[in-house]
């Protein structure tokens, strides 16, 4: 029951409370007959089970046909009353003796009620009522005005339709809160679905995005490596025509420096045709000087002679034996003496295989030479200038060592050396045999190991000679000492003028060797040619190289190349040692003098293809094969025409570049 007086179960109930007044209890009473309405005129009676056709709720009534009591107030619950009936078959009680006393307003009702009831039994006896034994169609309520028990039903009726209908709303809103539970789980799931479907559309997404990117990635490095090849291409073009228009300048420098050298050579030719010239001229005065000096002599001689013969003819008689025995002792002595210097002619002929003036150009140097040592004997000798040699042969062996085939390093170290060479303060014959000796060291260490290298030593050794021409007296007479093919010369063997095979070829350069138990040996014909090489290709690297301009003439230069080629062919053997001197000279210097002569290198060579070639093969020596096929290579494939490997050198160290 709720605080409006409401049953829970439908019916109108009163739960007065303990401080009410009886004005609240009336007002309370009002309200009650204001929900019910007003009391229908006639009420329909109940079955005799108590209950209406469609199965109302029972009204209680007594044992004797009267109607319950009524509700108490104290148990929550107010309940309809009926009427007490005007006659009771003789067990009635009198609503005077069995109803409560009531104030006015109770009794009033009560009138009411009577009358109602009175009116009723005036109905049923008229029969207009229910059957007699039925029960009464009024109760009488304490506390209401009389309702009838019909009226009761329909209210009855209508709060079981309230309940139904409120069941019923109840129900379907039940069943509505289940559907929308139902459609909020499906809502839920549903939104599940879509976030999963978002999840693979997400994913499927950022897989599209990825491959987008990566696509796009790819459009950018493939546009990138396309730019990078066209950038390339381009630089290659660039760099394609920077070399060649490098080489072109190249080729107009070298066509240049050939048109100079060529000019160089031609007026050396000219001034050396004009020296010779004038010494021709100047021998000839001389032997005439001589030879009038000679009659002028002769003639004052037979002058004296005649006088002397006047005056002396009184001791001529007496001195005539004298004087024919002194002139037949003196014919017999110049006779003995002039077959002793033919006899020393014909055995220095017989041993020595060597040009005349190539013989003399030889002993001048290696006089020179022997001048310069003789020199330096006492600075050699002085113990206390050991230092300082020590710390300038230190010094010419750290420049050596640093030559590099570059035109910067060439550059630099040449000035390096003519400073010292140049050093008042140093004596210059012991710095040009220090040289020497170093430049000889080169060769026997990097030379025959690299002969490419020979052209970066013989510019340093060309520039430094340029300045200061001792230092090239020094040098070919160290190589004119050491290398008897560098004049060029040969000795022949014979057993009358070698006493032991080591003489011979003592004389021929080898050198001793420590061989097996301390014993001296020889070193083998091998390790001989290979030294050898080394001496010939510097010294045809050196005969080729161009002066730096605005310098002396070269000391040593293609003239002398041509010289040593001549005489080799003309007056040494052909042999082993002398061809493979010959045909490294060529690999070296045939360039530049195919340049220079031309057509008077190319006989040369015809010479030497043909005639020098048919001699080595004449000796059937299979050590000669080898030499005889280079020969031929070169002069077959025409390698003359092509500059040898290492002329050409860069102007920087490429290594420096990448160090800058």
Not at 107 to 115: D, K
Not at 516 to 539: H, N, P, Q, V
Request: hydrophobic residues 35%; aromatic residues 4%.
């Amino acid at each position: 029951m709720d605080n409006t007086g409401r049953s829970t179960d439908g019916h109108v109930a009163l739960d007065p409370h303990s401080h009410w007044s009886l004005g609240d209890l009336n007002r309370e009473l009002d309200t009650i007959q204001r929900r019910t309405g007003p009391v229908p005129a006639k009420i329909r009676p109940r079955n005799a089970a108590g209950a209406d056709s469609k199965g109302s709720r029972r009204l209680q009534t007594g044992s004797a046909g009267t109607a319950a009591a009524p509700a108490a107030f104290g148990n929550g619950a107010f309940g309809a009353v009926p009427c007490w009936p005007a006659e009771s078959g003789g067990s009635a009680r009198s609503p005077a003796r069995s109803a409560p006393r009531s104030p006015a307003w109770m009794t009033a009702r009560r009138g009411s009620a009577s009358s109602s009831c009175s009116s009723e039994e005036e109905r049923e006896e008229t029969g207009e009522g229910n059957s007699g034994g039925k029960e009464d169609l009024f109760y009488y309520s304490p506390v209401a005005r009389p309702v009838r028990r019909v009226e009761a039903e329909l209210g009855e009726v209508e709060r079981k339709l309230a309940a139904e209908v409120e069941e019923e709303l109840r129900q379907r809103r039940l069943s509505l809160e289940r559907r929308l539970h139902e459609e909020r789980v499906k809502g839920q799931a549903a939104m599940e679905e879509v976030q999963v479907q978002r999840g693979v559309v997400e994913a499927m997404l950022d897989r599209l995005d990825r491959e987008h990117w990566k696509a796009m990635e790819e459009m950018r490095d493939s546009h990138i490596r396309r730019l990078s090849q066209e950038h390339e291409q381009k630089s290659e073009a660039g760099e394609t025509q920077l070399r060649r228009e490098a080489a072109a300048a190249e080729a107009r420098r070298r066509a240049e420096i050939e048109a100079e050298v060529r000019a160089k050579l031609q007026k050396e030719m000219e001034e050396e045709r004009r020296r010779e010239e004038q010494e021709r001229r100047r021998r000839e005065e001389e032997e005439r000087r001589t030879e009038e000096e000679r009659r002028r002599e002769m003639e004052r001689q037979q002058r004296e002679l005649e006088a002397t013969r006047k005056a002396a003819q009184a001791e001529k008689a007496a001195a005539d034996a004298a004087d024919a025995r002194a002139a037949a002792e003196a014919k017999a002595a110049a006779a003995r003496a002039a077959v002793e210097a033919k006899k020393k002619q014909a055995q220095r002929s017989s041993k020595v295989r060597v040009a005349e003036g190539a013989a003399r150009e030889a002993e001048a140097r290696l006089a020179r030479l022997k001048a310069m040592r003789d020199e330096i004997a006492p600075i050699m000798a002085d113990n206390a200038r050991k230092k300082d040699r020590k710390a300038v042969e230190r010094r010419i062996i750290l420049l050596v060592q640093q030559i590099s085939a570059t035109h910067d390093q060439i550059a630099k170290k040449s000035a390096d050396l003519v400073a010292l060479l140049l050093d008042p303060s140093l004596p210059q014959p012991f710095v040009a045999i220090t040289f020497a000796s170093k430049i000889l060291s080169q060769c026997e260490s990097q030379v025959t190991k690299l002969p490419p290298f020979a052209f970066a030593l013989a510019q340093v050794i060309v520039n430094v000679a340029s300045r200061a021409p001792i230092a090239m007296e020094a040098l070919i007479g160290s190589f004119n000492e050491v290398c008897i093919y560098t004049i060029p010369q040969h000795y022949v063997f014979s057993e009358a003028s070698y006493p032991s095979d080591e003489a011979y070829y003592r004389d021929l350069g080898y050198r001793e060797e420590d061989g097996e138990g301390g014993k001296k040996r020889m070193e083998s014909t091998d390790a001989f040619i290979e030294r050898m090489t080394g001496y010939i290709i510097l010294m045809a690297a050196i005969c080729q190289t161009i002066p730096p301009p605005g310098t002396a003439q070269h000391p040593f230069g293609l003239s002398h190349a041509w010289q040593w080629c001549a005489r080799l062919l003309n007056h040494l053997p052909a042999n082993r040692a002398s061809a493979t001197a010959l045909e490294v000279f060529l690999k070296i210097a045939g360039y530049r003098m195919h340049l220079t002569y031309r057509s008077q290198f190319l006989k040369l060579l015809d010479v030497v293809g043909n005639e020098y070639r048919g001699k080595l093969q004449a000796l059937n020596d299979p050590d000669v094969s080898p030499v005889v096929n280079r020969i031929e290579t070169y002069v077959g494939v025409q390698r003359y025409l092509k500059p040898p490997e290492g002329l050409e050198m860069p102007l920087h160290d490429k290594s420096s570049q990448l160090r800058a």
